[in-house]
């Protein structure tokens, strides 16, 4: 049983935390956003800002406060991330070019616990601290892995018509190892253009809102995993993203480690070699677990 308080702090902080370096939210944005009234929005605001875990900047906008910077690097030391983590993922940055990020699957959940720009594409929205609800597809690549009740749970969450398709999907990634996905065919083209529009423009030129629109329609474009008979294909596909598991100590799926290229037009050559140092990172990143 939830606390409606307790559940209205959690959801400004998640939704503050959701806002990157876009700006601040005003108190009638996070308002509107969470469907609370202003009143309840500014006493949760109040004491939040007392416990440093909010502050106002000079556009009268919220952002997450300081008070949290201890807070968020005790959450992260107390996961059981690999010694390598840090380095495994910029040697992939650097083989590859693409946005990566590594993500704690839990039962219903998904949260980014690392993430690297290096000279390529961060995955949209996909910034330290994001949670989103599991939904089938999402975080296939360490389904094969958990326990048949965690599995049929998390399949119930696709909708009916999609059930063998994802059934297809988790034999695939079983057998090697990495889930591939696409947009649709005919957004594809899109693909370039939204994500070289986020890498030139600083947020500073391109203005939240516009930002966030953006990113709301890149990650709409990452959605489709491929198939096994799509991948072998010799023609260019569009690849929005991959993901491998990353094992723990006692074998289990614990986390999965992303890859974004986000292009329209990827041959089997490089499809290939994206799969195959993902692969690598993989193995190299749950080698490192203790």
Not at 24 to 46: C, P, Y
């Amino acid at each position: 049983m939830t606390s409606p308080p307790t559940d209205r702090v959690v959801a400004v902080v998640n939704l503050l935390a959701g806002s990157g370096r876009t700006g601040g939210r005003t108190v009638s944005a996070i308002a509107a956003e969470l469907g609370l009234n202003r009143s309840t929005t500014t006493a949760v605001l109040t004491a939040l800002e007392s416990a440093g875990w909010v502050r106002r900047g000079e556009d009268l906008g919220y952002v997450l406060g300081a008070g949290l910077i201890g807070t968020g690097e005790a959450a992260r030391r107390s996961l059981p991330l690999p010694r390598s983590t840090g380095e495994c993922l910029d040697a992939l940055v650097e083989a590859v070019g693409g946005g990566v990020t590594m993500s704690l699957i839990e039962p219903g959940s998904l949260t980014v616990v690392e993430a690297r720009h290096g000279g390529g594409r961060l995955l949209p929205g996909m910034s330290v601290g994001r949670q989103i609800q599991l939904v089938a597809p999402t975080g296939a690549a360490v389904m094969p892995w958990r326990s048949v009740a965690e599995r049929g749970a998390w399949l119930a969450t696709a909708p009916t018509g999609q059930r063998q398709m994802i059934i297809e999907l988790l034999e695939l990634v079983s057998d090697s190892g990495v889930a591939l996905w696409r947009p649709k065919e005919d957004d594809a083209a899109l693909l370039d253009v939204l994500a070289d529009l986020l890498d030139v423009a600083d947020d500073q030129l391109l203005r939240p809102h516009l930002r966030q629109r953006v990113l709301a329609q890149l990650t709409k474009l990452a959605g489709r995993p491929y198939s096994r008979a799509e991948l072998v294909s010799d023609d260019p596909l569009p690849i929005s993203y991959l993901a491998a598991p990353v094992f723990d100590k006692h074998g289990v799926a614990r986390f999965e480690v992303q890859l974004g290229p986000l292009r329209a037009a990827v041959p089997r050559v490089e499809r290939d070699r994206y799969i195959a140092v993902l692969r690598e990172t993989s193995r190299a990143l749950s080698a490192g677990v203790s």
